[in-house]
């Protein structure tokens, strides 16, 4: 008789309470990610790139929508966490009562941590929130929607 483990997960899908956070490393030097980008999964609607400071919109088949459009990232102490996430959220208009009221429009929450992707100043970095210029922070809080999956990479 076959000897053997099955590991099963469930999550509750449906409600945006799936997170699939862990380590993503971006696509090899010299090999081409999903539709140009450095992420590796076509699934995704949005990938990250924090080496580089990039980020795209894509339609979840391997092609890219927007991008890429330049970002801001988490500073050491507060960084951004790799991995496969799903958009937990949406909030236009977000304050956060974590950092002094801080303001956070266009917020996209991909962790089960308040972290987003939101419009906000690119030349500082963030408490572990992926920044994105106003324009940009609008364009992904119009394309992304609780369930979609994103990619950040380093």
């Known amino acids: 008789m076959p000897t053997g483990r099955i590991a099963v997960s469930v999550a ?10 862990g380590i993503a490393s971006a696509a090899p ?31 979840g088949q391997g092609n890219v929508v927007r991008g890429p459009v330049v970002n801001s990232h988490g500073t050491e102490g507060h960084e951004t966490p790799t991995g496969d996430f799903v958009i937990q959220r949406k909030e236009r208009h977000h304050v956060s009562r974590e950092y002094e009221g801080a303001e956070m429009p266009y917020s996209v929450f991909f962790d089960n941590n308040g972290r987003a992707f939101h419009g906000g100043n ?25 369930n979609d999956r994103v990619q950040i990479v380093e």
């Open 122 to 146: 690119t030349d500082r970095e963030s408490a572990g929130c992926v920044r994105l210029g106003m324009e940009d922070a609008k364009a992904f809080f119009e394309h992304l929607n609780p």
């Open 12 to 21: 509750a899908v449906g409600l945006g309470a799936l997170q699939l956070g």
């Open 29 to 59: 030097a010299g090999a081409a990610g999903v539709g140009g980008t450095s992420c590796t999964d076509a699934r995704i609607k949005a990938c990250v790139d924090l080496s580089e400071n990039r980020a795209w919109l894509l339609d």
